[in-house]
C-alpha cells in the first residue's frame, strides 16, 4: 500500500505533521484566519494627546 | 566596591526619610519602571541590579520590547520583590515618539509588559548620568511631574569623580524631594543602597514647573547649585583638544572614515567564521551522532524515521548557527558600548541616505549578514516608521549565513580546484546581495513608502571601555529569541517536508532490486568460498552494491513521494531558468532552510545522505556529475549553476524571517509584499543569467 | 550668525533653532541644544559634531556630544561666544 492507513504510527506522524504546519502558517497569517487562533477585537481608534492638547500622528 | 549605603557628601549623613509602617519600607511584589536619557548606562545598572536573569516580553499592541527583571531585597521577614521593567531610553516624556508615549503610559499605570499586571508602578527609578547632570535634571523633571514614589539613581558617578566633578547629594535630595542615591552600575557602588532606598520610595515632596521652558530653567540653577568642584576649581572650557576631540573627525569623515570601518567590519566578520567554526562543526557532529543513536535505539518504525530525519535534522539546521548568531551579537554589543558605533552611524548616514536609508540602519544590516531574524528584529532603533520599514523588507537580501553552504556547493562546481575565482565568486554575491538591497530600498522609498529622509541627530557617548557583562546579557537574550523563533519554525517546517518527502511509500525501483540480488548473491559466494583472500573482497563488493541500492531506493522515493510530485509539477516554472525536476526540489525543499539544499541535492541525485556533508570531495562529485532525465546533460551545467547561484543570493526562502516580518512591520501584507518582491526579483535576475549564458554559447 | 559660520574649535550660545519639522525641534530640544546654551563646534561639514556645554551659569561641568546631519546644523542660528549678549533670544 502507498499510504499506511493501518498503521498507528503513521496517524501520530501525520497528526504531529499538521501541528507543525500550523505553527508555520500561525506565524505568517494574520490571526484569526486559521481556526484555534484568536480574532483580534475589533481595534479601536484612540487620539494622541501630550499634555491635553492633541498631536499629529506622522 | 563600597558596602552598604554610600556617601558621597561633604561628610553629611543623610537619613532615610521616615517610612509610614516600618522601617524596612515596602513589601510583596513591587513594580518599578526603571527609566532615563539613552546612554545613561541603564542598560548596565538593570544587568547590575537583576544579574543575567531576565524575561523579554513586549508591551502589548507595540513592537516595542520590556524587559523585565526580578530583585530580592530585604530579609526573610519583610522582602519585597521587585519586578524591574527596563524602559526605553528617551530624551524627554514628552516628545512624540513611540517609545515616549509607551513611557507616559506605564507611569500613567495604563500599560505593562505582558504577562505583567495594569496598574500604577509602586516606585520609580530614574536613572541620572553624573556627567551631564543639566540636561537629566529635565527628564527628572518631567518625571517627578507624574507624583509617583520616585528614587534617582545617579549612576557615572566614579566618571564625574574622575572628571573633578563632587556632587552635593543632599542638595538634590532637597531641591528634588526625593532619593538621591549615587551608583556606579559598571563599578558596582551603591547597588545596595539604591534598592533599600527603592523599598522605601516616597511620593516627591515638591513639583518641579509645569512650562518646560522653566523646566530647563530650574533643572539648570539645580545643577549649578549642586555641583561643587574638588578644591574649589571650577574645570574651565579646555582649549586644549582632548582624545575624543581627535578621534571623532577622523571616524566620521568618509576618507578616513570609511577605512577604519572597513577594517573593523573585517575584523569582526573574520572573528565570527573562524572562532564559530568549532563550535559548529561539534554541534554538527553531536546531531549527527544524535541522529544515529535514535535510529538504533528504537524500534524501526514510522515514528523513529520522524524523529531521527524530521525532529533532529530539524532542530541541529537551527542549532548550528547559534555560535555565529552570539558571536555577532557579542561583538556588536562590545563595540556599541565603546560608542564606536555611535560614530559609525553617523559615518554611514551619507552611504545610506541616498537610498532613503538612515545612518540607523546599518547595525540591522551588518546583523543581517549573520541572519535576518535578528537583524529585522533591532531595526527598532530606527526612529522613523517608514525608514524602518524599508530597511525591515530588504534586510533579507544580505548575505546570511545560511545561504553559505549552497555559495559553497555551487563554486565547488563552477571553480574545480581554482580557489581563486571561487573566494571572488563568493565576494561577488555579498555584493550582489547588499546591492539588490539599497536598491530595492531605494525603490521602495520613492513608491510605498515616500516620505522625507529623516535628518539625523544622535548622541556620541563618551567612549568606555566596553562591559563584557552587558555583551553577555544581550548575547543571552537575543540568542535564545533566535532559538525559540527560527527554532520552532525551521522545526515545523521540517517535519512537514519530511511528511511529504515520505509518502507515498513507493516499491523499490527495479535497479535497486536488481542489484540487491546481485549483493546476495556475492554474499553467498563468500560464504562458500574457500578462497580467503577472496572473502574480504567479495564481501565488500557486496556492500557498495547494497549501499548503492540505498541510495537508487531513497532518490526513487524522493522522486515519487509528495514533494517530489509536487517538484516535477511546477519544474516548468523554473525550466526558463535552467533547472529540472530534481533542482525544482531542491529549490523547494530550502524554504525550510537554505542549507537544507545541500542534503536534498544529495539525496535526490542519490549521492549521499541526509547526512551530506558539502565539504565530502565524493559527495560535490557525484552531484556534480548527476544527470538530468536525458541520462547525458548534468543537472549542474555552466549555466544553470550560476543561475542557481544568483537565484540564492536573492531570493527570499526563509519562513522565519517572513515571520518575523510580519511581526515587526505589523502586518503580514509586507511579509508578502518582501516575498513576492524578493522571489521575482531572484527569478528575474536568474533567468537573464541563464538566458544570457545560453545566447553566448555557453550553457 | 549660522552655526556654518563658525570655526572649529569656538564657543557660542545658540540663538534659535530655525528647524522646520516641530518633532525634530523637539527632539533637538531634548538632547540639549536649545536657546541659551553654548555650544562648542568639533567638527564642521557632514556631519557635524558640537558639543554642548550647557547653560552660562553652569560652568563647563555638563557636556554631551551630539552628531547632525549638516542640514539640521545650518538651520541653527548662534551668537559670539562669552561675555556676549544674553541667553533670552526666545525661538
Known amino acids: ?58 | ?699 | 550668525m549660522l552655526l556654518n559660520a563658525m570655526k572649529a574649535g569656538e564657543v557660542s550660545h545658540v540663538a534659535t533653532l530655525g528647524v522646520d519639522d516641530p518633532g525634530d525641534a523637539a527632539l533637538l530640544r531634548a538632547m540639549g541644544l536649545r536657546p541659551g546654551i553654548r555650544v562648542r563646534v568639533v567638527r564642521l561639514g557632514e556631519p557635524t559634531i558640537l558639543e554642548v556645554l550647557g547653560a552660562e551659569a553652569c560652568g563647563c561641568a555638563c557636556a554631551s556630544r551630539i552628531g547632525l546631519t549638516k542640514a539640521l546644523a545650518s538651520r541653527v542660528r548662534v551668537a559670539a561666544a562669552a561675555g556676549a549678549a544674553g541667553p533670552e533670544t526666545a525661538r
Not at chain 2, 531585597?73 to 519586578?83: C, L, R
Open chain 1, 1 to 58: 500500500m502507498s499510504i499506511p492507513w493501518t498503521d498507528w504510527q503513521f496517524w501520530v506522524a501525520t497528526v504531529v505533521a499538521l501541528l507543525a504546519l500550523w505553527l508555520v502558517l500561525r506565524n505568517l497569517l494574520p490571526p484569526g484566519w486559521l481556526p484555534f487562533t484568536k480574532r483580534r477585537g475589533k481595534e479601536t481608534k484612540a487620539s494622541l494627546t501630550v499634555g491635553g492638547k492633541p498631536v499629529d500622528r506622522k
Open chain 2, 1 to 699: 566596591m563600597s558596602e552598604g549605603p554610600s556617601l558621597e557628601t561633604v561628610g553629611d549623613v543623610i537619613a532615610p526619610p521616615s517610612e509610614p509602617g516600618g522601617g524596612g519600607g515596602l513589601t510583596g511584589v513591587l513594580h518599578v519602571p526603571l527609566l532615563g536619557n539613552p546612554n545613561t548606562g541603564k542598560t548596565t545598572l538593570f544587568n547590575a541590579l537583576c544579574g543575567l536573569r531576565h524575561k523579554t516580553s513586549n508591551f502589548p499592541g507595540t513592537t516595542q520590547e520590556a524587559r523585565i527583571g526580578v530583585v530580592r531585597i530585604g530579609s526573610e521577614s519583610s522582602e519585597a520583590e521587585v519586578h524591574l521593567v527596563d524602559l526605553p531610553g528617551i530624551y524627554s516624556l514628552e516628545l512624540d515618539l513611540l517609545e515616549a508615549r509607551v513611557c507616559r503610559d506605564v507611569l500613567a499605570g495604563r500599560l505593562s509588559p505582558k504577562g505583567e499586571p495594569i496598574g500604577d508602578p509602586e516606585a520609580v527609578c530614574i536613572v541620572a548620568d553624573a556627567t551631564n547632570l543639566a540636561r537629566n535634571l529635565v527628564f527628572v523633571g518631567e518625571v517627578l511631574r507624574r507624583r509617583l514614589p520616585t528614587v534617582v539613581a545617579l549612576n557615572m558617578i566614579d566618571l564625574a569623580r574622575g572628571q573633578g566633578r563632587e556632587i552635593n547629594l543632599r542638595t538634590l535630595e532637597e531641591q528634588l524631594g526625593c532619593r538621591v542615591v549615587a551608583v556606579s552600575a559598571r563599578k558596582g557602588e551603591g547597588l545596595e543602597a539604591l534598592s533599600a532606598a527603592i523599598r522605601t520610595a516616597t511620593v516627591p515632596t515638591h513639583t518641579p514647573p509645569g512650562d518646560q521652558t522653566e523646566l530647563e530653567h530650574w533643572a539648570d540653577r539645580l545643577a549649578v547649585r549642586s555641583m561643587q568642584p574638588a578644591g574649589g576649581n571650577a574645570p574651565g572650557i579646555g582649549t586644549t583638544l582632548s582624545l575624543t576631540d581627535r578621534l571623532d573627525p577622523l571616524l566620521v569623515s568618509p576618507w578616513t572614515g570609511i577605512p577604519i570601518f572597513a577594517a573593523v567590519m573585517v575584523a569582526v566578520f573574520y572573528a565570527i567564521f573562524s572562532i564559530a567554526q568549532f563550535p559548529m562543526e561539534w554541534i554538527d557532529a553531536f546531531f549527527g551522532t544524535a541522529a544515529d543513536f535514535v535510529e538504533r535505539v528504537l524500534p524501526e518504525g514510522i515514528l523513529r524515521d520522524l524523529i531521527a530525519r524530521g525532529v533532529v535534522v530539524g532542530i541541529g539546521a537551527t542549532a548550528v548557527f547559534v555560535p555565529q548568531i552570539c558571536l555577532l551579537f557579542f561583538l556588536i554589543s562590545l563595540l556599541e558600548d565603546t560608542g564606536y558605533l555611535a560614530r559609525a552611524a553617523l559615518l554611514m548616514h551619507r552611504v545610506l541616505r541616498p537610498f532613503g536609508l538612515p545612518g540607523h540602519a546599518f547595525v540591522p544590516l551588518l546583523s543581517s549578514h549573520a541572519c535576518a531574524l535578528p537583524g529585522i528584529m533591532s531595526t527598532r532603533v530606527i526612529p522613523d516608521r517608514r525608514e524602518r520599514l524599508a530597511t525591515i523588507l530588504v534586510a533579507p537580501f544580505m548575505t546570511c549565513s545560511a545561504r553559505l553552504p549552497v555559495y559553497v556547493l555551487v563554486t565547488s562546481l563552477l571553480f574545480k580546484g581554482q580557489p581563486l575565482y571561487a573566494g571572488l565568486a563568493f565576494v561577488g554575491c555579498y555584493m550582489l546581495g547588499a546591492i539588490a538591497g539599497l536598491f530595492s530600498a531605494f525603490i521602495a522609498r520613492q513608491t510605498i513608502l515616500k516620505g522625507p529622509a529623516r535628518p539625523m541627530v544622535l548622541e556620541l557617548p563618551t567612549y568606555k571601555v566596553p562591559s563584557l557583562r552587558t555583551a553577555l546579557a544581550t548575547t543571552i537574550d537575543r540568542g535564545w529569541v533566535f532559538l525559540k523563533n527560527a527554532g520552532t519554525n525551521i522545526l515545523a517546517i521540517c517535519i512537514v517536508l519530511w511528511w511529504l518527502g515520505s509518502y507515498p511509500h513507493v516499491l523499490p525501483p527495479e535497479s535497486a532490486k536488481l542489484l540487491r540480488v546481485q549483493a546476495t548473491d556475492l554474499r553467498a559466494l563468500a560464504d562458500t568460498t574457500t578462497d580467503t583472500t577472496k572473502v574480504e573482497a567479495q564481501r565488500a563488493s557486496a556492500q557498495k552494491l547494497e549501499d548503492e541500492a540505498n541510495r537508487l531506493t531513497a532518490a526513487d522515493a524522493k522522486a515519487r513521494s509528495f514533494i517530489g510530485r509536487m517538484g516535477k509539477t511546477v519544474q516548468p516554472v523554473f525550466a526558463p531558468l535552467g533547472y529540472d525536476w530534481q533542482l525544482t526540489i531542491g529549490v523547494l525543499t530550502s524554504f525550510a532552510a537554505r542549507e537544507v539544499f545541500v542534503s536534498t541535492m544529495a539525496i535526490v541525485t542519490s549521492a549521499g545522505g541526509d547526512d551530506a556533508d558539502v565539504h565530502d570531495e565524493g559527495i560535490v562529485q557525484s552531484i556534480a556529475t548527476a544527470p538530468r532525465d536525458d541520462g547525458k546533460t548534468p543537472i549542474f551545467t555552466t549555466a544553470t549553476c550560476w543561475s542557481v547561484l544568483v537565484f540564492f543570493v536573492l531570493a527570499m526562502q526563509c519562513l522565519p524571517t517572513l515571520a518575523v516580518t510580519a511581526k515587526e512591520a505589523g502586518g503580514a501584507k509586507w511579509a508578502l509584499l518582501q516575498l513576492v518582491w524578493m522571489s521575482g526579483v531572484a527569478y528575474a535576475a536568474a533567468f537573464i543569467v541563464f538566458q544570457s549564458l545560453r545566447l553566448a554559447g555557453i550553457s
